[in-house]
């Protein structure tokens, strides 16, 4: 799991740096982003049940990491996208 959303991160990282494929790279970002946050949920959920270590540990290890980085970018890419639109707005109307 935690290479997948590797992988993930570096398709949505390109495809944004690149300015390509908004509807593409929000939906694997929230797709990336709410797979992070079932494997938080479950993650806590191990750990109110009392499972052992290694059950809850990767789960709340790849929820944390994912929700936190994931999360965390979310602004930036939404504010990067309506700046390059608003960009384009402007030289549309020259």
């Not at 290694?54 to 990067?80: D, E, K, Q, T």
Request: glycine share 14%; proline share 2%; aromatic share 8%.
């Amino acid at each position: 799991m935690g290479s997948c959303l590797g992988v993930l991160g570096a398709i949505v990282g390109c495809l944004a740096g690149l300015k390509k494929a908004r509807s593409i790279t929000l939906g694997l970002f929230v797709a990336g982003l709410s797979a992070s946050g079932v494997c938080l949920l479950m993650g806590l959920i191990a750990v109110v049940f009392r499972q052992p270590w290694h059950v809850y540990y990767p789960l709340l290890l790849i929820g944390v990491i994912g929700v936190g980085v994931l999360g965390g970018n979310l602004w930036n890419l939404l504010h990067r996208y309506r700046n390059d639109e608003l960009r384009h707005m402007a030289a549309v109307n020259a």
